[in-house]
């Protein structure tokens, strides 16, 4: 149904975006958590600015609460000190005559005069002697008509309900000396904007007459958050200044740390790259430059313990040289000497018959094992060369399994061969390529338990790769690197039955080395093993990949289907599948 | 080196201690430093409070119902929604607050209808008390007199208390609501003849919640004056004009005027005056810069605290005359005669006037037996006869600021205008408003429009000097001012540009008032002594005692008297008024 197939396009599209975001993120973060693991700059500069931001922000808070409420509460209490003089004055105003004599006496030249009028004239400035004043005022009487009064533009729907009905309820239960205040916002008549106003309302209560007045007055506060404002704007600037302050200290103090242990890091990477001369420069007597001090007797003394060990090693290998050669000519007379006794032995007893096939046996085995220590001293001594030359590597391939015939032909041991139908030629030492094809095709068949060895060869446009399988007991874990080192054996109780020197798997890897190319091996145990020779077509180039897989299709194919949540072929080749960590059981292998 | 690093030590304890010391006071002492000046308080508005009405309560009776509908009165131009509370349906379509207001004693009455009448439907309820003021439409505050009483009918509400059914039209304010909710305003134009001087226009303005009291008195000033200067004056401020804003800046010591409309550069000095005089004569933006703008372009500033001449008197040297020589008052007493005849003793010269001084010189006219002459206060200054007839027929001689001298013919019943410069005798000015009536004294005001005309022994009216050129007349006569029948003024003469002093002799004594002629206030100066005559300039007012004998001075308070000249006195004179 095509709009279902639209909806799950769409919705495999949007997975896919996600699944886009979430990979950048993670890439991000992984290269954020890359860069402060390895910068111990980064790590004081941004541990410094984050506690100095709570520093600054918990104390910037806490101190304009301080400031906030210091200018708060004393504009307050100057405020309704004032509310309080005003209601005082009002309620003496509207207090009846009668009470004060001296009173009646100034009041009879005003008439009739409203005494709630001359009052508000004092309290708002509207007489000509007052002075004017900075709040407004608002009297309510709502019970009697013609006693409400306000000061200036000041209504009584500016007055806050809250507080209206707080003084409302206040004159329900008497509580007449309750004065109620209110921080508000409030846009009188004729202003543009509102205003922040502290009101505070009372009540006047009239006793002989039972009036009561509600009188309020209107404070403005926008001085007070004017300069609240300028306070809060001047901690905000300066602990930003702080904050910015402590983080260039913090970075300049952890350079002065960090570069000389920065410089301590390069010297000691280049000092394991092989540069033995690499040395601190010294400034000063502080800890750093004892550190470099240290360092510096530190690489000194590994150069000259690298050096002597060099020399020992020299003179080792010297040592072995010298008595290989010099074993060569004895040798060649004892060799001589037993050809005779080998030729003649037919007419020999039994017994003196079997110890001269013993003598040759084991003095061709002593001869070829001359050879190898020969041939690993050249390496050793860097003498070692190539003889390049154009061959097509399916040849070598032939040629060495034919040298391996009689032997797998000894160990009921086929070859199965799988040889591409293009040439793959490649420019390599022909001797060396076939010495390491033999090698392995002889180990092949010694591990093999009589079951075939796979011989695979692959070409790809940069390089050519053989592949030599066995069925036979395996790799262990580890040993798949352990086979190369010299004279490795993985059951020493186990006999040669070939006759190997212990040192082939060695040569070939350094033969394989010597042509910048890979001799790597794969196996696990009851699983068999595979060895992989992998060799640029053209001499001198770096390797990228080989084109054939280290691990056997099969097994790959196994372990797919094994583990796979999701049925996806993958492809049989992954490149250094067995390096990349993976845990394999490999049986024990030793080289030939 | 040690006495050096000792020396070093001290001071940096020295200035720890100093540094700690300053850091501890929360107020460090300090100064003098230049403090600057901030403004006191808004410069455009002044501080006032109002009434705030409420609507009729269920509780109410009659009364309460009555003193709320006053009291909404007084609020109706801030709020009408209250007042319309107090009336019917029927008596919201009818009523209307136009008209005059009516301004009466704070002790009003509320007269219920007799108890027989109380059961009727509708209830007719008087408002009585006594007539204080009428405030025209035009602003105009007029003192009256006399008890006052309107009728009101009320009805019953369908929820308890009143509704008015009917009230006669226009407002009912007590005099303390327009005390309250008014201010005394003084608004200035120029005189239409010369166009060289300020008159002051009396207005009573209403303070308004929505807008400052610079705002409220300069609209004002783009309307035409009150009716008692309808025509007399003009205005720089061209029809059409209208204030965009007025604002107060540089923390209110400058205040900027902004208007729009067809202002005219020829009149920026006159229109400067008018609104710096306007403003600053009624404690708005008083010593303050005004900057006025044309459209948002500055047009002209009015500095604060500067003295121009749109007020000028024209002359402030005092005289004084005795046995019909002139003599100079100075500071500490007489000052000798003035040059010329005018300062020869001669008999049958009275009711001397000068006129304003012209390069240092004045002219004096006096009435004599055959009519009225003029001499020139210099050396070679003889008497010469300018209007002749007999001179009880002419009122005392005065002089307009035009260098005119103008008298009543009470013979003719008109008015004669002599003009020194024009070398033609009197000429009459038409005063249609006079026809009839017995003028007694007739004297022109300091600003060249103003005319005082009293008639008969004890009326003062106002008239002003309409038109221009030929066109000239004396109009818009109004009432100022009258005394019992038994009284009789002596003497009156102008003070400022807005005031008149009246002398009245009654049965208990002489009496002096000081009349406020655009709204009718009067202040009494208290009086020691018997006045025969009295003579003012602005603040400051001589008066001559009964026989002639002394010459006072009133001091600054206005209550005391200080001998200028003990013996010998005279009639005080001042150049005009």
Redesign the interface.
């Known amino acids: 149904m095509p709009p279902t197939r639209k909806k799950r396009s769409r919705r495999r599209t949007l997975r896919q975006i996600l699944g886009g975001v979430r990979r950048r993120i993670r890439r991000a973060a992984g290269r954020t958590r890359s860069i402060w693991r390895r910068s111990l700059h980064l790590q004081v500069v941004t541990s410094t600015l984050v506690i100095s931001v709570i520093v600054v922000v918990v104390l910037g808070t806490f101190l304009f609460q301080q400031i906030n409420n210091s200018v708060v509460q004393s504009s307050q209490q100057s405020s309704s000190g004032e509310a309080t003089a005003d209601r005082l004055r009002i309620a003496d105003a509207l207090a009846p005559e009668t009470d004060d004599p001296a009173k009646a006496a100034d009041g009879g030249d005003k008439?009739?005069?409203?005494p709630l009028?001359d009052v508000?004239?004092t309290?708002?400035?509207?007489r000509d002697d007052a002075s004017?004043?900075r709040y407004e005022?608002?009297?309510?009487n709502?019970?009697?008509?013609?006693k409400?009064?306000?000061?200036?533009?000041v209504?009584?729907a500016n007055v806050p309900v809250g507080l209206r009905l707080s003084l409302q309820r206040n004159i329900r239960e008497y509580k007449y000396d309750k004065t109620v205040g209110f921080i508000q916002s409030i846009r009188l008549?004729?202003e543009s904007q509102p205003q922040l106003r502290f009101v505070v309302g009372g009540i006047v209560h009239v006793l002989p007459t039972g009036e009561n007045y509600e009188v309020y007055h209107f404070f403005p506060f926008n001085e007070e958050e004017e300069l609240l404002t300028n306070v809060r704007l001047a901690i905000v600037v300066v602990g930003l200044g702080l904050v910015l302050l402590l983080a260039a200290i913090a970075y300049l103090v952890a350079r002065q740390v960090v570069s000389p242990v920065r410089l301590a890091r390069e010297a000691a990477e280049r000092l394991a790259a092989g540069k033995l001369d690499e040395r601190l420069k010294v400034r000063g007597e502080d800890d750093l430059a004892r550190l470099a001090n240290s360092f510096n007797e530190m690489a000194a003394n590994l150069a000259l313990k690298i050096h002597q060990l060099e020399e020992l090693s020299q003179v080792q290998r010297q040592f072995v040289s010298d008595v290989s050669h010099e074993l060569r000519t004895p040798l060649t007379t004892v060799r001589m000497a037993a050809d005779l006794l080998y030729d003649a032995r037919e007419d020999f007893d039994p017994m003196a018959a079997r110890s001269a096939e013993l003598m040759q046996a084991q003095l061709e085995r002593f001869e070829s094992m001359l050879t190898d220590l020969l041939e690993i001293s050249r390496y050793d001594a860097g003498a070692a060369t190539l003889d390049l030359d154009s061959v097509d590597v399916r040849d070598v391939v032939l040629r060495a399994i034919g040298d391996s015939e009689a032997l797998a032909e000894r160990h009921t041991t086929r070859f199965e061969l799988r040889l591409p139908n293009e040439p793959c030629m490649a420019e390599i030492d022909n001797r060396r390529v076939e010495r390491i094809l033999r090698n392995l095709l002889f180990n092949a068949i010694e591990h093999g338990e009589g079951r075939d060895v796979v011989v695979t060869v692959g070409a790809d446009r940069d390089a050519v790769a053989v592949a030599v399988r066995d069925h036979g007991i395996g790799l262990k874990a580890g040993e798949d690197t352990m086979v190369f080192d010299r004279f490795w054996r993985a059951d020493p109780s186990r006999a040669r039955t070939i006759g190997g020197t212990g040192l082939g798997l060695a040569i070939s890897r350094e033969d394989a080395t010597l042509h910048g190319g890979w001799l790597q091996a794969w196996g696990q145990p009851g699983e068999g093993s595979q060895f992989r020779l992998t060799l640029p077509r053209v001499a001198g180039s770096d390797l990228k990949g080989s084109p054939l897989s280290l691990v056997p299709p099969e097994i790959e194919m196994r372990r797919t289907w094994r583990t796979a949540m999701t049925p996806v072929l993958l492809p049989a080749s992954g490149d250094g599948a067995g390096f990349d960590g993976t845990a394999y059981d490999r049986a024990g292998y030793d080289e030939d | 080196m040690t006495r050096i690093r000792r020396l070093g030590a001290a001071v940096a304890l020295a200035v720890t201690v100093v540094w700690a010391g300053s850091g501890c006071t929360v107020i460090p002492v300090s100064g003098p430093y230049t403090v600057n000046d901030q403004g006191?308080?808004?410069p455009l508005?002044?501080?006032?409070?109002?009434?705030?009405?409420?609507k009729p309560?269920p509780n109410?009776g009659v009364d309460?119902?009555m003193?709320?509908l006053?009291?909404a009165m007084?609020a109706y131009a801030d709020?009408p929604s209250i007042l319309l509370s107090y009336l019917t349906p029927e008596a919201r379509a009818k009523w209307s607050a136009a008209g005059p207001v009516t301004v009466v004693?704070?002790?009003i009455d509320v007269v219920p209808p007799p108890p027989r009448e109380a059961t009727d439907p509708v209830l007719k309820v008087w408002l009585k008390g006594k007539y204080v003021a009428r405030i025209d439409e035009d602003d105009t505050y007029t003192p009256t007199g006399g008890s006052w009483g309107q009728p009101f009918d009320l009805v019953k509400a369908p929820q308890g208390g009143f509704l008015v059914k009917s009230l006669p039209p226009g407002l009912v304010l007590t005099?303390?609501d327009v005390?309250?909710a008014y201010r005394p305003t003084n608004l200035y134009y120029l005189n239409r003849s010369l166009q060289d001087r300020l008159v002051v226009d009396r207005v009573r303005l209403r303070l308004k919640?929505?807008?400052s009291f610079a705002q409220t008195v300069l609209e004002r000033l783009l309307k035409p004056p009150t009716a008692t200067l309808k025509d007399a004056v003009t205005s720089s401020l061209p029809e059409g004009t209208t204030i965009e804003s007025i604002r107060s800046g540089e923390g209110g010591e400058r205040v900027v005027v902004n208007l729009s409309g067809p202002l005219d550069l020829s009149s920026r000095d006159a229109l400067r005056a008018q609104i710096k005089y306007s403003l600053n004569m009624n404690d708005v933006a008083k010593g303050r810069t005004i900057e006025i703008q044309a459209n948002g372009e500055p047009y002209t500033t009015a500095l604060a605290n500067t003295d121009e001449t749109w007020l000028d008197d024209s002359g402030k040297t005092a005289y004084y005359v005795t046995k019909g020589a002139i003599h100079y008052l100075s500071k500490d007493g007489p000052g000798g005669v003035v040059a010329g005849a005018a300062g020869e003793q001669r008999d049958g010269y009275s009711d001397f006037a000068v006129s304003k001084e012209e390069n240092g010189n004045s002219l004096v006219a006096a009435k004599t037996s055959t009519g009225i002459s003029v001499a020139a206060m210099v050396p070679q200054g003889r008497w010469q006869e300018v209007i002749h007839g007999k001179g009880a027929d002419f009122t005392a001689p005065t002089w307009h600021r035009d260098g005119s001298l103008w008298t009543y013919d009470r013979k003719n019943s008109v008015l004669l205008r002599y003009d020194p410069s024009s070398g033609r005798g009197a000429e009459p000015v038409e005063a249609p408003n006079l026809a009839g009536l017995d003028v007694t004294r007739l004297r022109i005001a300091r600003d060249g429009v103003r005319v005082m005309v009293m008639t008969g022994r004890n009326t003062v009216q106002i008239s002003a000097l309409t038109g221009e050129g030929p066109q000239m007349k004396l109009g818009n006569l109004r009432a100022l001012t009258t005394t019992n029948e038994a009284d009789k003024i002596i003497d009156v003469k102008w003070g400022d540009e807005e005031h008149l002093l009246v002398l009245v002799q009654s049965q208990a004594g002489h009496i002096l008032t000081e009349i406020n002629v655009g709204d009718g206030e009067s202040t009494g100066v208290p009086l020691t002594e018997r006045l025969q005559s009295v003579a003012a300039l602005g603040d400051r007012v001589l008066a001559e005692t009964d026989k002639g004998a002394k010459l006072l001075e009133l001091n600054q308070d206005r209550q005391t008297w200080t001998p200028k000249i003990d013996s010998d006195g005279g009639a005080p004179l001042f150049p005009l008024g």
């Open positions: 008439g009739a005069a409203d009028d508000m004239d309290i708002t400035g509207s004017e004043k005022v608002l009297v309510l709502l019970t009697n008509p013609g409400s009064r306000a000061s200036n533009s209504e009584p008549a004729g | 006191a308080g808004d508005s002044k501080p006032f409070h109002r009434m705030i009405a409420i309560q109410w309460e119902t003193r709320g006053q009291a007084a709020d004693e704070d002790a005099r303390a005390r309250r919640t929505t807008e």
